[in-house]
């Protein structure tokens, strides 16, 4: 578990949980309380005295609940007294856990198969639990986003940061958008990745000179772009809600309170807008996977009514030869030219004037010529 104490220009870092309830909320900014998700089940105890302590508030049950949940999809929540959003981020997040040891994944699992982009397909849902100046988020096990936005912060409240123009978060909200936004950041990346992987299998696709075999790749690829798209379309629905939420809070008094909620405004916006065009990227690649498997099986289809034409042309060019030896294989004593010593000569000449008249018919008609030219 990570504590961290968020003022204007310092942030300060903790892991004591009973020594924060017992010293209580400080007077200035914001505290963030930040744990693994069986963590969180094992010491939701202390995590509900702690808050009792801070805010006068605890949690209820049916957010517990969600919380500890890991197959829960994005969604938002809220009660008078504080907000709950739950919001799936990227990386293996179903990472078992050591049962001796909460918040520490287990040293040996099991990976899974296909290519490794595939791989980097799996979500597991961050809650956030906002409170005035509260943040208490639920992270899956072995966090990264967690571990990385706290580094990026401690790297904010640095001299050289401030001096910068670099900004610490204001409010819980403030630092649930930050946090949000951070794992949006995730998905913009892999979109790119996915766009070359299916790219490159495109391409195998349509080039005639390869056979592609991949299909159980491009099968899961399908699979993962379907379920991508499932898990944006819920969380643009939770951050759709945060808005419409948001739009109910009063008005602040002063100045600097307004412009705080002015900008609460314009970061979620941003992160939507973000979502929003994960989720058109998403879509573009799944129908760019379908026009790819349709355009490979109509290549395929013109390929083999090529080679069935050039075939027939074949069979055509050969049937009167075929006739033409047959006609004089007759066991008749009166066929002409066969008592000839020239008529051997003369009928295998007819045979290729024949020939090359069919071929010279057939090729102005283009049965002959290829498709591409």
């Known amino acids: 578990m990570r504590i961290f104490h968020i003022q204007n220009t310092n942030v300060t870092e903790s892991d004591d949980l009973q020594a924060l309830s017992t010293a209580g909320l400080p007077t ?44 829960l999809p994005s969604h938002y929540d809220y009660t008078s007294q504080y907000d709950v959003l739950v919001f799936r981020r990227l990386a293996a997040g179903n990472r078992p856990t050591d049962l001796e040891n909460p918040g520490q994944p287990l040293t040996q699992v099991p990976q899974r198969g296909g290519p490794p982009i595939l791989r980097r397909i799996d979500t597991s849902p961050v809650g956030f639990a906002v409170f005035d100046r509260v943040l208490l988020t639920v992270h899956p096990t072995d966090c990264t986003v967690r571990d990385v936005y706290a580094g990026k912060l401690m790297m904010a409240a640095s001299v050289e940061s401030r001096a910068a123009g670099a900004r610490l978060p204001t409010s819980p909200a403030d630092l649930m958008l930050r946090i949000i936004n951070h794992m949006v950041d995730g998905f913009l990346e892999l979109r790119r990745e996915l766009t070359h992987q299916l790219d490159h299998w495109q391409s195998e696709l349509l080039n005639p000179k390869t056979r592609f075999n991949n299909w159980s790749a491009l099968l899961d690829a399908r699979i993962s772009l379907h379920t991508l798209d499932e898990v944006c379309e819920d969380q643009r629905a939770a951050i759709q809600d945060w808005i419409e939420a948001l739009k109910t809070w009063p008005e602040p008094e002063n100045p600097v309170a307004h412009r705080e909620h002015d900008l609460l405004h314009v970061r979620s916006r941003d992160v939507l807008e973000h979502i929003e065009r994960v989720v058109h990227h998403v879509r573009r690649l799944e129908q760019s996977v379908e026009t790819a498997v349709q355009m490979h099986f109509s290549v395929q289809g013109s390929r083999t009514n090529d080679i069935m034409r050039t075939l027939t042309v074949l069979t055509a060019i050969f049937l009167p030869l075929n ?22 000569w003369m009928a295998t000449g007819f045979m290729v004037i024949v020939a090359v008249g069919l071929v010279t018919l057939f090729w102005n008609k283009r049965y002959l010529a290829r498709s591409g030219r």
């Open 323 to 344: 006739l033409i030896t047959g006609f004089f294989g007759m066991n008749f004593d009166g066929l002409p030219l066969i008592h000839r010593e020239s008529g051997a």
């Open 28 to 71: 200035q900014g914001t505290v963030w309380v930040a744990c693994a998700r069986r963590e969180f089940e094992v010491r939701q105890g202390e995590v509900q005295t702690m808050l009792q302590a801070l805010c006068g508030q605890q949690l209820v049950d049916l957010h517990i609940s969600d919380l500890i949940n890991n197959q």
